[in-house]
């Protein structure tokens, strides 16, 4: 039985089309649903986990429809939300007993023990919650969506505003439950973590998917190696042959791709300043997603106006 | 059922284990009893504290009740209720949860100025007469606290539910017969306070001082009740985020 499965998901908040005509399968993986804020990931959490209503379209959870057998569809998840909702004035205990009562689970106490202690949190069971910091909020967010045993686990943002080592171990844990055969869907907007992490990605723009493959193949996709370079001044002319302009980043860095990439350096380096820009640093690394991102969503937000209504919609809708 | 008692026990630890929020839950209503029931002039009676005390009993549930819809605003905010509405568990149970918290809590404030109003030289219930009361009482924080808790899901944060409590709490108790008998009233007052539901429960527990069981009023109480828990499940069960 295919996971997840959506065909044209769609979802319109007045005017403002969040996700469009959204057509995905997802096996027995880590799927990652890749996007900058706003781009519709977490509306589309969102309608797969029956809390929000599709505008067109439909989607199946393990096999239920999640519009007309929402309630079969809740049996079968696990969802953790983005806001770290854990009650602090709890133990970690407590914390995960509620909802091992919420799902009736039997021989509770057993089932509480094993999920704290996947989660390493045996020994810190019995604090409060107050006293946890974010990761270990994290993790205790893990234990409660585990009690019932999830074929599909849905994770939104599940290392936003979490230290390096914090992420590292999230991670580690959603490996970890993959490998037990759980399905994992995990948005998130740090393309880094996808790559490592993920078996498959798709890259959401504006409600809509540009590109769905695993992330090895998406950076073959579009070139071997890429070249950044930190210039002033402005360059109009065609680039020399094998160099292809991806764009510039957020540290206004020019990136260009190649297939191979030392040659090309001292190539483009003499066209930069044959264009009469100055070059301040040159290098070349392997693609990350965040080039093939770059890559593939091409008409930027720059080239409309600030709509504020709809920025604001976007936020709250979330 | 087993859901209910879930959410219930949560609400619970969490209130308790906040210790200003009990401290401040018993002393408000005492203050009431006191500061208004000893110190208003009054002329229609000589014990306005047998008069005053039902009203205050009211009072402190539809205080505590339309509070209490503040905590599903807050489950709201901070993303509890999306995890709880994603749970196979049945959706009313959320609601039922906090109707027998609030409702729980109320009673326990209610607790508090029966035991002052004796002190204070009240003497104006046999033994049923408390228990009938705290039925009455029971039944009136249901229907206040369904109606509140069903508010607070459909706003979408603290200042708007704010809002929302200032303008029905002071209303809906100076317009009931809580601080004056409808004969003492200006007749525009005693025709919407009749009307009042906060009304409602006050003439019931004033018509057990006279040993007397007003049907009709604790009728129509509970035919309100009924009619707003069941369009509160009705709520709770399509919502969606």
Redesign the interface.
């Given at each position: 039985m295919i996971p997840i499965e959506t065909d044209g998901l769609t979802r319109y908040y007045g005017s403002l089309c969040a996700v469009d005509t959204l057509s995905l399968k997802v096996g027995n993986e880590i799927f990652g649903l890749l996007g900058p804020n706003g781009s519709g990931k977490t509306t589309t959490v969102?309608m797969l986990?029956?809390?929000?209503?599709p505008s067109r379209g439909s989607a199946r959870v393990c096999g239920y429809d999640i519009s007309s057998q929402a309630?079969d569809v809740?049996?079968q998840?696990?969802?953790?939300?983005?806001?770290?909702?854990v009650?602090i004035?709890?133990t970690g205990r407590?914390n995960v007993a509620?909802?091992a009562?919420?799902?009736?689970i039997s021989h509770r106490d057993d089932t509480i023990d094993r999920v704290l202690s996947m989660m390493d949190l045996s020994d810190r069971a019995d604090d409060l919650v107050r006293t946890y910091s974010g990761g270990m909020r994290r993790r205790l967010e893990l234990a409660?969506a585990l009690v019932h045993e999830p074929k599909v686990l849905f994770l939104d943002e599940p290392t936003i505003g979490l230290d390096v080592a914090a992420r590292k171990k999230i991670w580690e844990h959603i490996r970890t439950l993959k490998d037990r055969g759980m399905t994992i869907f995990v948005t998130t907007h740090y393309m880094d973590e996808a790559d490592h992490s993920c078996d498959r990605v798709a890259i959401l723009d504006h409600g809509s998917v540009v590109a769905v493959d695993s992330p090895s193949r998406l950076k073959s996709l579009i070139a071997k190696d890429i070249i950044s370079a930190r210039i002033s001044g402005n360059v109009t002319g065609t680039v020399p042959d094998g160099l292809q302009i991806l764009g510039q980043n957020e540290e206004s860095e020019m990136l260009f791709s190649s297939d191979c990439g030392s040659e090309k350096v001292p190539i483009l380096f003499r066209w930069l300043e044959e264009q009469g820009a100055t070059v301040h640093s040159i290098s070349f690394r392997e693609p990350t997603l965040d080039d093939v991102f770059l890559a593939l969503v091409s008409t930027r937000e720059e080239a409309r106006g600030f709509d504020d209504h709809k920025f604001r919609t976007m936020l709250?809708r979330r | 059922m087993?859901?209910l008692?879930?959410?219930f026990?949560?609400d619970m630890?969490?209130w308790v284990?906040?210790r200003i929020s009990v401290v401040s839950a018993l002393v408000l209503p005492a203050a009431w009893l006191i500061f208004v029931g000893l110190a208003l002039p009054t002329t229609f009676t000589e014990h306005y504290i047998d008069f005053i005390t039902p009203g205050i009993l009211v009072l402190t549930m539809l205080g505590a009740s339309l509070q209490g819809g503040s905590l599903l605003i807050f489950d709201k905010i901070?993303?509890?209720l999306?995890?709880?509405?994603?749970?196979?568990?049945s959706r009313e149970s959320i609601l039922f949860g906090k109707i027998l918290f609030i409702t729980t809590r109320g009673l326990i404030q209610a607790t508090v100025i029966l035991v002052l109003a004796l002190f204070l030289g009240a003497s104006f219930l046999s033994l049923p007469g408390v228990i009938l009361t705290y039925c009455i009482l029971a039944l009136f924080g249901v229907l206040l606290s369904a109606f509140s808790t069903t508010i607070a899901l459909h706003l979408?944060d603290h200042d708007a539910y704010a809002a929302f409590n200032a303008m029905v709490s002071m209303p809906l108790f100076f317009t009931s017969s809580a601080l004056m008998p409808y004969n003492v009233m200006p007749s525009w007052l005693s025709a919407i306070a009749y009307w009042n539901p906060v009304s409602y429960a006050i003439d019931a527990i004033r018509a057990l001082q006279e040993g007397v069981l007003a049907w009709g009023r604790i009728g129509a109480l509970l035919f309100l009740a009924v009619l707003v828990v069941a369009f509160s499940v009705w709520q709770f069960r399509k919502v969606?985020?």
């Amino acid at each position: 039985m295919i996971p997840i499965e959506t065909d044209g998901l769609t979802r319109y908040y007045g005017s403002l089309c969040a996700v469009d005509t959204l057509s995905l399968k997802v096996g027995n993986e880590i799927f990652g649903l890749l996007g900058p804020n706003g781009s519709g990931k977490t509306t589309t959490v969102l309608m797969l986990t029956t809390l929000l209503r599709p505008s067109r379209g439909s989607a199946r959870v393990c096999g239920y429809d999640i519009s007309s057998q929402a309630q079969d569809v809740r049996r079968q998840i696990s969802y953790v939300p983005q806001d770290m909702a854990v009650d602090i004035k709890l133990t970690g205990r407590e914390n995960v007993a509620l909802f091992a009562k919420l799902y009736g689970i039997s021989h509770r106490d057993d089932t509480i023990d094993r999920v704290l202690s996947m989660m390493d949190l045996s020994d810190r069971a019995d604090d409060l919650v107050r006293t946890y910091s974010g990761g270990m909020r994290r993790r205790l967010e893990l234990a409660q969506a585990l009690v019932h045993e999830p074929k599909v686990l849905f994770l939104d943002e599940p290392t936003i505003g979490l230290d390096v080592a914090a992420r590292k171990k999230i991670w580690e844990h959603i490996r970890t439950l993959k490998d037990r055969g759980m399905t994992i869907f995990v948005t998130t907007h740090y393309m880094d973590e996808a790559d490592h992490s993920c078996d498959r990605v798709a890259i959401l723009d504006h409600g809509s998917v540009v590109a769905v493959d695993s992330p090895s193949r998406l950076k073959s996709l579009i070139a071997k190696d890429i070249i950044s370079a930190r210039i002033s001044g402005n360059v109009t002319g065609t680039v020399p042959d094998g160099l292809q302009i991806l764009g510039q980043n957020e540290e206004s860095e020019m990136l260009f791709s190649s297939d191979c990439g030392s040659e090309k350096v001292p190539i483009l380096f003499r066209w930069l300043e044959e264009q009469g820009a100055t070059v301040h640093s040159i290098s070349f690394r392997e693609p990350t997603l965040d080039d093939v991102f770059l890559a593939l969503v091409s008409t930027r937000e720059e080239a409309r106006g600030f709509d504020d209504h709809k920025f604001r919609t976007m936020l709250r809708r979330r | 059922m087993n859901d209910l008692f879930a959410y219930f026990e949560r609400d619970m630890i969490r209130w308790v284990r906040g210790r200003i929020s009990v401290v401040s839950a018993l002393v408000l209503p005492a203050a009431w009893l006191i500061f208004v029931g000893l110190a208003l002039p009054t002329t229609f009676t000589e014990h306005y504290i047998d008069f005053i005390t039902p009203g205050i009993l009211v009072l402190t549930m539809l205080g505590a009740s339309l509070q209490g819809g503040s905590l599903l605003i807050f489950d709201k905010i901070l993303g509890f209720l999306n995890k709880f509405l994603a749970l196979p568990s049945s959706r009313e149970s959320i609601l039922f949860g906090k109707i027998l918290f609030i409702t729980t809590r109320g009673l326990i404030q209610a607790t508090v100025i029966l035991v002052l109003a004796l002190f204070l030289g009240a003497s104006f219930l046999s033994l049923p007469g408390v228990i009938l009361t705290y039925c009455i009482l029971a039944l009136f924080g249901v229907l206040l606290s369904a109606f509140s808790t069903t508010i607070a899901l459909h706003l979408s944060d603290h200042d708007a539910y704010a809002a929302f409590n200032a303008m029905v709490s002071m209303p809906l108790f100076f317009t009931s017969s809580a601080l004056m008998p409808y004969n003492v009233m200006p007749s525009w007052l005693s025709a919407i306070a009749y009307w009042n539901p906060v009304s409602y429960a006050i003439d019931a527990i004033r018509a057990l001082q006279e040993g007397v069981l007003a049907w009709g009023r604790i009728g129509a109480l509970l035919f309100l009740a009924v009619l707003v828990v069941a369009f509160s499940v009705w709520q709770f069960r399509k919502v969606t985020v």
